[in-house]
Structures are given as structure tokens and as C-alpha cells.
């Protein structure tokens, strides 16, 4: 978000950038700004068009901060926690997801925008774990803490925001789209300031002090010049500007340039530089509304400065010696939360969309490329979020002393759409039993077990036949099995198929690069694969990973079915991490590539049944490998087979007779209940429809016995 026009504005002033060659120093980064930028940094991790690849994007995070530690700069991370509560930012937030959705809708028809994948946040914040890179989440906006921290250290700021080119930092504002991270340059002899040899990172520099003086303004006054141009809160402002804005444009416009908004923005700095105090800009904003607008548009104007407002600062604490004071937190006090998670939440330990369930009763899910037609991918996951919800608002009372509800807004047939989610305050145990939810207050004195039951009954499931999978992928599985029970439109064993190959994927090319490194496995990567079994499906997946690129074809079906299993994965993981992580972390890097995942799906969507599907993965992927790979696969296919469902399939004579069955197979009478999770499923002008699933003896016809 930011000052609308004031980038490009300042970028016709080269003047007021200098270069800055970056080492041997401290450096705060806006963390939101950071993820964006080395998701969408040429060239791009992704388009979004398959959901992503975040094993390049977790091989970009760890490169850039790797380069810092090679031009011996320190980063520290800020990060925005839930939306303020004032919500003085909810018509731009609005308005964001509106246009973020636009773009995502665009992506299918083959528009060249960029839609960031929905758990490229999940994917980043395990580089920073990975890598100890220090970070905190504010309890809300971050840009002010952000700022606060760099003086406080003495450093500059970096960012992708234009709200930085307004705050008041000493030592300067670095923007990331100046940033020459990926190619760290040697000090020359003749600019000896550091030791010979010494690296750095080619970047510019901004001060608005430099700024001010060109335009003649004060420093104190540039808030101000945002509000007038219209910051993120321009949506809340509506019209109650526009009197003094249409004064501002009478008496100081004048299209010098013929960009509209540059001159814009010129005449309000030919306005503000004849004031000297805020109080003196603020009542010539004021003064052009009568009555009661007058103190209402003064107390927008005040919400608005607040946001450039240095208050006394928890991070700045935090990264000067100090500890994080839960009980000196604003979101203890709004909404009641105990310290131990307010702890949680400052520690980026769980997500910031549970700080907005506590202090707002309002989530807005994550954008990502879909169906259009379809109705949200959140409709997969929905009993797990009112799980979630549940345990973070139980014993919380609305205004109305009912029970609180929580508003949710997500794209749905290509528009953004609201709804309200009623909590769950129980739920159905694994042996049919009820289980009341827990409070906040009462998960730390829980036993893991019961922790881990809760979890397994929100995605309705038993807990020991995911406990005997590798733990790596028992979450992963979890989230596979809600998505079979819950998806609309429904997903087919092709693309779950495929998916699981996927998962075998990345354990061998996450292995591989150990290996290349002559680094010892991360325990959670040392499943029972053989070098030949890893050489095996890196070698034959590869062709089919490039040959998505290369064709370009996109399958809405299979757009829609992985936008499901990611948000199912993404509210899992936010309610494993409130339930203190009975489960282990996923890493997307590993489970997920959008690439490979779609042009396997193309390619296993005509064969008739499960079975051929799995065959056909065994003999062109996994090859003449050793059985450790064959009993892996296997492994994962065990709990999720009962519930795979093959698409139908119409066979027709050439006179039009009805083709006859296969041996062994019988068409179901119309007594017999759908596959679990068909509802609403394929085609309707279907003959015959095949369910060949077995469970045991799957690779019987290769010659391989389990």
C-alpha cells in the first residue's frame, strides 16, 4: 500500500537518490515488502498459473540473505500483524483483494500478470527459521515500528512501501526495486573506506530531508502532504475531501508536466509550503466543511497521521536488548489474549490472521488463481476454520452478548465475496464421541496427544494410520484427506496422483542438494529412499516439469483442485501451530510443485482407472528402482486410497450400443451412494463408471508385491 503516485513521482527526480554501496552495517526490512519483492523479482518465482514453485522461491530467499552475510550486513525483519481496529483500512483492504482477484482471474486466459502463491508466506518464514534471520510481528501496522527501529539502530530502511519515502528516517530509505541484491560487487582499491576485497550491495539511497528541501517544505509537514494525496486511508476519507482538494486544485494546479498525477501532487507541495505547523495545514483542510463533517473529517485526518506516528515501540525493545512485554501489548488488551500467546504472535509462532480473528472477528483468506466459475477454495476448509475459530473466540462475548461470529471475505466466481462463519465449540472425536474444544487459555496445559486427537478429528480422520507415514508428510496427508471429503468441485485420483508424485519429488531433489553440498539430511528428509531411487524420479520427472512451461496449457480443473488442497493445507497448519504443533511443520518447498503437479495431471487424466494411473507413474517415473521408493509411495497411498475417486467415464459403441463392462467391474445400482466427496462431480452423460481402487497388491501387474 502507500501514497497513491508518489513513486513514480519521485522517480522523475533522480537528484534525490544516492548511490549507496551496502556492507558492514545493520538494516531493518519491512518483511510483508520483502516477501512480495523476491517472490515478483525478475525473474519472477512464479505467475501463479500452477500454484507455485516454492522450492525456487526458498532457494531466492536463502540466496538473498546469504548475499547480506557475504556483504556482512544484519537484517531484522518487521512484520504487520492484524488490521487495526478502527477499521479506518477496510474499504482499501477491500479494495486491494478486489484487484488482486482481477488478476488472478486474468491469469487462466493468458494475462501476463503475477498472482504470489498462497503459501509462499509459509515457504519464507521457514528460510528465516532455517537461516536465524532475526524478525518480529507487530500487534499491527508495521511501517511506523518499522521506521522506529532503523533510527533506534542507526541504520537505514528497506521497502517496497512509498509511505517510507515520507517517515523521517536518519540514516535513509533504501527501496528494494533499487536493490541489487542478486550481485554483490568488490570494493575497489580506489574506494578504500572498507578492507581490501570487502563485498557490498550496489543500492540508492533516499532521505526525505533532500526531498524537502527541493519542494521547500518541512520535514514535520510531509504526513500531511500523504494524507492529502491520499494514503491508505483515502477510501475512508469518501468525499469529505474533496472541498478542500477542489480548493487545492483552484488555486495551486497547473499541468506543468501533463501527468495528472505528478501535478497533483506538486500542487499540494506548492500548498503545504506555505504552512508552518500541522495544527495550521490541518485547519485549512478542515475549514472547508461546516458543523459536524468539520470534527469528523479532523478525527480521519488524526487516524491518518497516526500511521507516521515513532510511539514508544515494543520492537524497538525487542531488538535493543529488551524482551516483548505481552502485558504492554495492544492486542492483550483489546482482545483479552493470554501473554503466552501474545508471545506466540509477536514470534511469528502462529499467523496473523488469528490476531484478526481476536481483535476484529475478520479474516480475509488468501488470493490465488481459480476457477472463475467456481465458488471459493476456502469452501474446502471452512470446518476447519470454524474449528479454529472456535478455540480462539471461546469464552470471548459479542456486543450483543450472543456467541461471536467471524466475517470472512474470499474471491468466489471471480468477485470478492462475504460471508459469516459461525465457531465450533465441539466436535465429533474419531471414536464417534463429542470432544469440547479447547480454550486459549487451556492448550499449554494439554498433553501433545490431545492436541494431536483434536487436530485429527477436524480433518475427520483416525490417528494411527497417519501415524505410521513419515512425519514430514503426516500433516500433508491430513490436509489431502479433508480435501477429499470437503472439495466442491470434487478432485480425482489423477491429481492426487499426481500430487503425491510430487511429494516423492521433492524429498529426492531436497536430498539430492545435501548431497551436492556434502551436508548431512535434515532428519525429517531421511525417508527410506536409495541414491538410485533419488536419481530415478529427479531424472524421469524432468521432462515432464519443463514440458508444462514449454506447452503452456493450463487446466482449470486441476487449478481449482490445487487451490483447494492449499488452502485446506494453509487453515491446517494455522490450527496445528495454535494447538502448539503436534504435527510437524510442512514445507511447501518439498511437498509442492505446481509444474510438475499439472503436466503430470494432464497426462493421467485419460487413463480409465487408479490402478493405470498408478502404473504408469511406476514404470516411466519411478523406473527399475529399487522397492524403497515403490513401499514409500505406497505408504502414502494407504490412507487416502479408500477415498480416491477416478473420473467416469462414457464408452460408446460405434453404433451407439452401450459399450459392454470389463471383467470384474459392475455398473452401481442407483442405490449405491456416491464416492465419498463426488457430489456435484463429473459429467452426467455417463454410461459406465468404473471404481477399480484396491488397496493392497497395487503393482501386482509390474511384478512388484507389497
Known amino acids: 500500500m502507500g501514497v497513491k503516485g508518489l513513486t513514480s ?7 534525490l537518490f544516492t548511490r549507496h554501496c551496502l556492507h558492514d552495517a545493520r538494516l531493518v526490512i519491512d518483511g510483508n515488502a520483502l516477501k512480495y519483492f523476491l517472490y515478483q523479482d525478475r525473474p519472477p518465482c512464479d505467475n501463479g498459473h500452477h500454484g507455485g514453485r516454492y522450492q525456487i522461491f526458498s532457494a531466492k530467499c536463502q540466496r538473498f540473505f546469504l548475499n547480506l552475510a557475504e556483504c556482512n550486513i544484519s537484517p531484522y525483519l518487521v512484520f504487520d500483524g492484524a488490521l487495526e481496529m478502527d477499521d479506518k483500512k477496510l474499504a482499501e483492504t477491500k479494495s486491494r483483494s478486489q484487484e488482486r482477484i482481477r488478476t488472478a482471474v486474468a491469469i487462466p486466459s493468458g494475462s501476463g500478470g503475477i498472482a504470489v502463491s498462497p503459501c509462499s508466506a509459509l515457504v519464507f518464514m521457514k528460510v528465516l527459521d532455517d537461516l536465524g534471520i532475526p524478525y518480529v510481528f507487530c500487534d499491527f501496522e508495521a511501517d511506523a515500528e518499522t521506521a522506529a527501529l532503523a533510527n533506534a539502530l542507526d541504520c537505514a530502511a528497506a521497502s517496497g512501501d512509498s509511505d517510507f519515502y515520507i517517515m523521517d528516517l536518519r540514516d535513509g530509505y533504501l527501496p528494494l526495486n533499487h536493490f541489487d541484491w542478486m550481485n554483490p560487487k568488490m570494493i575497489k582499491v580506489s574506494e578504500a573506506a572498507a578492507p581490501s576485497g570487502q563485498l557490498y550491495i550496489e543500492c540508492k539511497k533516499y532521505k526525505s530531508s533532500a526531498f524537502c528541501k527541493m519542494f521547500h517544505v518541512k520535514q514535520t509537514l510531509l504526513p500531511i502532504l500523504a494524507t492529502a494525496v491520499g494514503n491508505d486511508y483515502k477510501d475512508t476519507f469518501g468525499a469529505s475531501l474533496d472541498p478542500f482538494q477542489s480548493f487545492v486544485h483552484s488555486k495551486f494546479f497547473s499541468s506543468k508536466t501533463g501527468r495528472r498525477s505528478y501535478d497533483q501532487i506538486v500542487s499540494y507541495l506548492s500548498w503545504l509550503k506555505e504552512k508552518e505547523t500541522k495544527e495550521e495545514a490541518i485547519y485549512d483542510m478542515v475549514r472547508h466543511v461546516r458543523g459536524a463533517d468539520r470534527e469528523k473529517l479532523r478525527r480521519l485526518i488524526d487516524a491518518s497521521l497516526e500511521m507516521y506516528h515513532f510511539s514508544d515501540s515494543l520492537t524497538v525493545a525487542h531488538f535493543t ?7 504492554r501489548s495492544k492486542l492483550a488488551a483489546c482482545a483479552s489474549v493470554p501473554p503466552w500467546f501474545v508471545d506466540l504472535l509477536n514470534r511469528g509462532k502462529v499467523a496473523a490472521m488469528c490476531a484478526n480473528v481476536l481483535c476484529n472477528k475478520r479474516v480475509f ?3 490465488q488463481v481459480e476457477d472463475s466459475r467456481q465458488v471459493s477454495a476456502g469452501g474446502a476448509s471452512l ?12 469464552g470471548q462475548k459479542s456486543a450483543s452478548r450472543r456467541p461471536p461470529v467471524v466475517e470472512e471475505y474470499a474471491q468466489s466466481s471471480g468477485s470478492l465475496k462475504h460471508s459469516i462463519v459461525e465457531p465450533a465449540y465441539d466436535i465429533a472425536g474419531c471414536d ?8 486459549l487459555q487451556d492448550i499449554p496445559d494439554m498433553y501433545e496427544t490431545d492436541r494431536r486427537e483434536i487436530l485429527l478429528a477436524a480433518a475427520g480422520i483416525g490417528g494411527s494410520v497417519i501415524l505410521s507415514i513419515p512425519a514430514l508428510f503426516q500433516l500433508a496427508t491430513c490436509v489431502t484427506l479433508n480435501l477429499l471429503s470437503h472439495a466442491n468441485p470434487p478432485v480425482y485420483s489423477d ?3 499426481a500430487l503425491l508424485v510430487s511429494w516423492l519429488h521433492g524429498v529426492a531433489a531436497s536430498r539430492q542438494k545435501y548431497i551436492n553440498k556434502d551436508q548431512d539430511t535434515p532428519k525429517l528428509l531421511q525417508v527410506d529412499l536409495e541414491n538410485s531411487d533419488m536419481h530415478a524420479i529427479l531424472t524421469n520427472c524432468k521432462p515432464h516439469e519443463n514440458k508444462y512451461e514449454e506447452s503452456r496449457q493450463l487446466d482449470v480443473e486441476v487449478i481449482q483442485a490445487m487451490a483447494q488442497w492449499q488452502q485446506c493445507l494453509l487453515d491446517l497448519v494455522h490450527l496445528n501451530k495454535v494447538l502448539l504443533s503436534p504435527f510437524v511443520y510442512p514445507d ?7 509444474p510438475l503437479i499439472h503436466s503430470l495431471c494432464i497426462i493421467l487424466k485419460p487413463m480409465s482407472s487408479t490402478e493405470q494411473q498408478l502404473q504408469w507413474v511406476v514404470r516411466e517415473l519411478l523406473g527399475d528402482t529399487m522397492p524403497g521408493i515403490h513401499a514409500l509411495l505406497d505408504q502414502l497411498l494407504k490412507p487416502l486410497s479408500p477415498f480416491l475417486m ?19 467391474t459392475s455398473r452401481p445400482s442407483m442405490d449405491t451412494p456416491p464416492a465419498r466427496g463426488a457430489e456435484g462431480g463429473a459429467e452426467r452423460d455417463t454410461e459406465e463408471v468404473f471404481y477399480s481402487v484396491r488397496v493392497s497388491n497395487r503393482f501386482a501387474a509390474l511384478g512388484w508385491n507389497e
Do not use: C, D, F, W
Open 365 to 367: 483468506l488468501k488470493i
Open 432 to 439: 464417534g464421541r463429542k470432544l469440547a474444544l479447547p480454550s
Open 495 to 497: 491429481q492426487i496422483v
Open 588 to 594: 511447501m518447498a518439498v511437498l509442492y510443485n505446481g
Open 9 to 15: 513521482m519521485i522517480e522523475q527526480h533522480p537528484s
Open 646 to 664: 477416478p473420473r467416469k467415464r462414457t464408452n460408446k459403441s460405434k453404433k451407439g450400443k452401450k459399450a459392454p463392462s470389463r471383467p470384474g
Open 383 to 394: 470446518n476447519i476454520r470454524a474449528i479454529l475459530y472456535g478455540i480462539l473466540l471461546k
Open 321 to 327: 536488548g529488551g524482551q516483548l512485554n505481552p502485558k
